[in-house]
């Protein structure tokens, strides 16, 4: 019987690890700047299969982990033996200080401005129009206009939140490769709010607000 039981375990804790590892992990939104689409205190599920056999696509909501310092040096989260087991295993919502989630606008090659005569964000030229930014927010979000062409193996990232989060705008330097996020820090795209069970949905990727964007031209080194 207790064998039996060890077995029962370690089978459960292997698949939780490989469920976490390869196809879908939880994560706790920690800010507002993802409003109204996401709120503080959300959980959502993310895919780990993007980036990977799909590719990351303009209009994704992505977890990433921190690409230089965005989130300075946060003090170490303290949780539990119990929490961080659950966490390690993907039972729990992962609430570390050194992941943020954000709407990818821009993939390598494009180039990315703000903004148009009417205040809109362009992409390869194009007006976007974007029904995901909070409702009375601006899509420029109060910040200095900006004009890049994102790098190679990179994406550019905006908080749906525009004037609450510290996002690509913040962080470049005026090249595409400070405020742009490294493909291989994402941790995959968010696909569904699961708690609240009041909030619960799946997160849909706006891709007609992209349709009309053409082609990149080649993303710069």
Same mark, same amino acid.
């Given at each position: ?49 993007? $980036? ?14 921190? $690409? ?154």
């Amino acid at each position: 019987m207790v064998k039996e039981v060890f077995v029962v375990v370690t089978l459960a804790v292997g698949l939780s690890l490989v469920v976490k590892t390869f196809l879908i992990q939880p994560f706790h939104i920690p800010s507002g700047s993802m409003e109204d689409t996401l709120i503080k205190d959300d959980r959502v599920v993310v895919s780990k299969l993007t $980036p990977g056999p799909f590719d990351v696509e303009r209009g994704d909501v992505i977890v990433f982990s921190d $690409p230089g310092h965005w989130l300075g040096n946060p003090p170490p989260k303290q949780r539990t033996p119990l929490q961080s087991a659950l966490i390690f295993l993907g039972l729990a919502p992962d609430d570390s200080d050194d992941h943020l989630i954000k709407r990818v606008i821009g993939v390598g090659g494009d180039r990315v401005a703000c903004c148009s005569v009417d205040g809109k964000v362009t992409v390869n030229g194009v007006p976007i129009t974007e029904p995901y930014v909070k409702a009375g927010d601006r899509p420029d979000g109060s910040r200095a206009a900006f004009d890049i062409q994102v790098p190679a193996g990179r994406v550019w990232v905006m908080g749906d939140h525009r004037s609450d989060s510290a996002d690509s705008r913040v962080h470049d330097d005026g090249t595409g490769g400070l405020g742009s996020v490294p493909l291989e820090s994402i941790q995959g795209k968010a696909v569904a709010i699961v708690w609240p069970l009041s909030r619960a949905m799946t997160i849909p990727s706006p891709t007609s607000v992209f349709a009309a964007v053409p082609h990149p031209a080649a993303p710069s080194p």
